[in-house]
């Protein structure tokens, strides 16, 4: 089995840019920079309540970011 190494970071799969979610008066997500290389495989890992569900939210649309941008190719 050989591994996938030469992974493009100047051209990612998703990139994400001081992503900021708040809803009401509580900051959800504080200036989130992600990299996904196109090619690997990324696993986001945290405690409950740590904004994992937020961002996947972000990432295919279901949410709009307070501010911040997503890039995804």
Known sequence: MRL????DLDNPLIKIEHL???FGTKEV???????FP???TTVIL???GGG???IIKHIVG???PTNGDIFVD
């Open 29 to 35: 997500l504080k200036d989130v920079n992600l990299i």
């Open 38 to 40: 196109k090619g690997s």
């Open 4 to 7: 996938k190494q030469d992974f």
């Open 46 to 48: 945290g405690l409950s």
């Open 20 to 22: 900021q979610k708040v």
């Open 52 to 54: 994992k569900s937020t």
């Open 62 to 64: 279901l949410m709009k």
